[in-house]
């Protein structure tokens, strides 16, 4: 006779095996950037097991990246927390002790070998602030963030150094300068691309917090749960296939189960209820249209071609040792109008866009926590695909051009001995480095923006939940951000958990 205690859990066993496939659906997460990892962590979290996330790189982590290099890890993505309240990465990691605060620099030098004076340089930057950080005073119309700081910045300084021929000078080259460092915030390639009337929110508190010396991949350990306390951590690893390049993504909604596939470029394919994709902005405007079949939703490809997605450019130079004397913490620097046209026959060597050489692209190089023998340049703008593709030497050579031009008669500025720089844009897996609201995209009265029409998931004519979005690009308002992006993958993972707590079958 059968014990009925064995009857009993047999019993038990088959209940829970019906629940487990009613409410353990098969999930897959396209991409192990933040946005992959928090959806896998908060459905993972919510008992979701039947979960796997394809990622197309040998490693995690999407645009944060950070290397080993020099004396410490440096970051050729994400590098900073920028803000405290209401931002979920500083939420997360608060108590820790991981995060430092990073002084911007406010030095400003002029190609004429000349360090402007720190009054004047602090005039220069409030008059930038004032002008790019105003609230809502806008013409009643779309307008991009240069049509509305061009004017404006020329006023202010007219106002402010009209008397002092020399200094309205530098000012208005300042300009130049000015739209750089607006293209390395919004990520686009001239001030014309960007809107001034963007929906983009700030987190209150230290905007520059850095990581230590420990990189930006420090979050991801606390986001996997793998630090502090190792022994908490999720069980990422079975869950992560990388060199998993996704090429084509079908769905067939008669197909009661499993109905949406992932087609790899090896040739292999993955089958779910569910699929939330993450990749970039950049690779969903390459291959939006071979990508999903059948295509997706025209407000969704609308909005795609809409928003704007930037390109930025990281080069990491180490030097043998400290020429700048440590006594700054980095350079602004302002080109003359003529130093600009100048450069194109001083330094002949690499790619130049209406008679301005790529070196002219250079805006800043900053100094690196825990990293003294190390320096960032920063490129913007159009050239920066073509910046990508030089080689090694030629960018070494390149920016010590410009480092001796500006500074070469106070210090004695070296070569570096080695350099890493980013490729955001020529990675087919990400094609630039972040997203940004558009005069275009903006245009006309529309109920919702272009972000939240790409978070808009896809459902079955029966309104089943199958084709999911999350990533930096679809969060309304912190765009961007590694915190908007880590925000839009517990938003996807919430849609899952609410739409099996409405419902009881799939
Ligand atoms: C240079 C630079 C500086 C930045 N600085 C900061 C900063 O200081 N602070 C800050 O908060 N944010 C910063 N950001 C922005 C921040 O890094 C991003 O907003 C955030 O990391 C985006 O995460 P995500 O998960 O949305 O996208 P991603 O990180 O791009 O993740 C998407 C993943 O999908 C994968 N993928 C792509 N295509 C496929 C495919 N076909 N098949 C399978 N997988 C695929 C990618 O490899 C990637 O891993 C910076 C970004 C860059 C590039």
Redesign the pocket.
């Known amino acids: 006779m059968k014990c009925p205690t064995a009857t009993i859990c047999s019993l038990l066993a088959l209940l829970s095996m019906a629940w487990t496939a009613k409410q353990d659906p098969s999930i897959l997460i ?9 959806t896998a962590r908060r459905l993972m979290e919510a008992g979701y097991s039947n979960v796997k996330i ?4 040998p490693r ?5 990246n950070s290397v080993f290099f020099g004396d410490a890890f440096v ?8 803000g405290q309240n209401g931002n979920v ?1 500083y939420q997360m990691v608060e108590g820790l002790d991981l995060l430092g605060h990073t002084e911007i620099p406010f030095k400003m030098y002029h190609s004429s070998r000349t360090v402007i004076d720190e009054e004047f340089a602090m005039g220069l930057m409030e008059a930038m602030d004032g002008v790019y950080s105003v609230d809502g005073d806008y013409p009643d119309r779309y307008i991009s963030i240069g049509d509305f700081c061009e004017d404006r910045f020329n006023s202010t300084i007219h106002e402010k150094y009209g008397k002092d021929e020399k200094k309205l000078q530098i000012a208005k080259e300042a300009m130049y300068y000015f739209e750089m460092e607006v293209n390395s915030n919004e990520g686009s390639s001239t001030w014309f691309e960007s809107t001034a009337q963007s929906d983009y929110l700030e987190c209150e508190g230290d905007l520059v917090q850095h990581w230590k010396g420990k990189g ?1 991949k420090t979050f991801l350990d606390v986001l996997m749960k793998k630090y502090p306390e190792p022994k908490n951590q999720l069980p990422f690893e079975d869950k992560i296939l990388l060199s ?4 084509e993504i079908t769905w067939n909604e008669s197909r009661p189960r499993n109905s949406i596939a992932a087609h ?1 470029s090896d040739g292999s394919t993955y089958t779910a209820d569910h699929l939330v994709f ?3 902005l950049g ?1 969903l405007k390459e ?1 939006m249209h071979s ?1 999903f079949v059948p295509k997706l939703p025209e407000k969704k490809r609308m909005a795609i071609q809409n928003m704007g997605y930037g390109l ?3 080069v990491i130079l180490h030097y043998p040792e400290i020429w700048w004397k440590n006594d700054c913490n980095g350079f602004n620097l302002i080109w003359s109008d003529e130093d600009r046209k100048r450069a194109i026959n001083e330094f002949p060597t690499g790619p130049n866009l209406n008679g301005r050489s790529w070196v002219t692209y250079m805006h800043y190089s900053l100094a690196v926590e825990n990293n003294p023998k190390v320096l960032v340049a920063w490129f913007t703008g159009k050239l920066v695909p073509e910046i990508e593709l030089l080689s090694n030497d030629t960018l070494a050579r390149g920016i010590t051009y410009v480092h001796e031009k500006f500074m070469g008669h106070i210090y004695n500025v070296t070569l570096p001995d080695k350099l890493i720089h ?1 490729d ?1 844009q020529s990675n ?3 094609r ?3 997203s940004y609201q558009t005069p275009a995209a903006k245009k006309g009265k529309k109920a919702t923006s272009a972000q939240e029409d790409l978070a808009d998931p896809i459902r079955t004519a029966q309104g089943r939940l199958i084709l999911q979005f ?4 679809t969060h309304p308002h912190h ?7 880590v925000e ?2 517990f938003r996807e993972a919430e849609r899952i958990i609410s739409y099996y707590g409405k419902t009881t079958n799939i």
């Not at 970051?75 to 920028?82: E, M, P, T, Y």
């Open positions: 396209i991409g192990a950037g933040v946005a992959g990892l928090s394809l990622e197309a790189e995690i982590g999407g645009r944060i970051d050729l993505g994400a590098r900073w927390c920028h990465v930006y998993k390049e996704v090429s790899c993450t990749p970039s690779v291959r990508m930025v450019m990281k980013s955001w087919p897996h990400f630039g480095t972040y999350a990533g930096e690009g765009y961007s951000n590694v915190h908007g992006a839009t993958g």
